[in-house]
């Protein structure tokens, strides 16, 4: 499940973000966030297999993370604000069970 | 009317719940798990809002947003907004983590309900304050532990 680069991901930003003005960051990636509680229908129980972690970083800085549980659906969606004072690198950073992490990057250039 | 797939699936289910390893359910209450979370401190209701649609088809995914008014500036901002529910397996649904660059404290998810029941979203606030709001839900289609 460590396999980054075919995981497929969404990530809205806006077409014309300014400068100090706060902008809706949406993300979604695609996972089942296997719960660990299903049946295979055999009676065998499926392994848990979730996203734990979600980061954004503006340049080098933490600007946003979450802590993910069973309890998301799958493909987890998140969305969040980030108020940007110039141009940056942001990172977006997605960790979970055995061993799964993907990294995004997008360059923003604020008005 | 009841087939023999229908005896298959329903028996299957119920042995699935018997069988759930202990580590995966929770056994605390939600009001343990806020307690936790607000490490003894006062927790007041208000300046934090939690969304989602009082009646909820679909308990696989549920679109859900939390909010708190906030300057978002180094002297004052929002540093933490989770979200406990009452009967899933587990207390826990997401913990988000906010800092000044946000800009605006807020963010949106999807989730899982298990079945109807009451959901809490819980601020920490630079200054130290705590701040909930609690909502119930109606769920007509679980989710969880069907396969």
């Not at chain 1, 946003?64 to 969040?80: K, R, S, T, V």
């Not at chain 2, 607000?38 to 300046?47: E, F, H, L």
Request: aromatic share 6%; charged share 20%.
């Amino acid at each position: 499940m460590a396999d980054g680069a075919r995981t497929r991901t969404l990530i809205h930003l806006p077409d014309k973000p300014q400068r100090g003005v706060p902008f809706e960051v949406r993300t979604t990636i695609a996972h089942p966030m296997e719960n660990g509680l299903r049946s295979d229908g055999y009676g065998n129980v499926v392994p848990r297999s979730i996203i734990t972690r979600f980061e954004c970083r503006v340049g080098e800085r933490a600007a946003f993370a979450a802590d993910l549980y069973p309890a998301i659906a799958a493909n987890p969606y998140l969305a969040f604000w980030l108020r940007l004072d110039g141009p940056a690198t942001l990172t977006f950073e997605w960790l979970g069970d055995n061993g799964f992490a993907h990294r995004e990057t997008r360059a923003v250039d604020p008005a | 009317m009841s087939t023999r797939r229908h005896l298959l699936g329903g028996g299957s289910a119920w042995l699935l719940l018997r069988a759930l390893p202990a580590a995966a359910v929770s056994t605390i209450t939600l009001e343990a798990a806020v307690q936790q979370w607000a490490g003894g401190k006062p927790v007041r209701t208000g300046r934090v809002t939690l969304d989602v649609a009082p009646l909820v088809e679909n308990g696989n995914t549920v679109p859900i947003s939390v909010r708190v008014d906030s300057p978002m500036t180094a002297a004052d901002h929002v540093q933490e907004i989770v979200v406990f529910n009452e009967k899933n397996p587990q207390r826990d649904v997401v913990r988000l983590y906010f800092t000044p660059a946000c800009g605006r404290a807020e963010a949106a998810t999807r989730i899982r309900l298990a079945t109807s029941q009451q959901l809490v979203a819980l601020a920490r606030l630079s200054d130290g304050s705590q701040w909930a709001q609690y909502v119930n839900v109606l769920v007509t289609l679980a989710a969880c532990i069907e396969s």
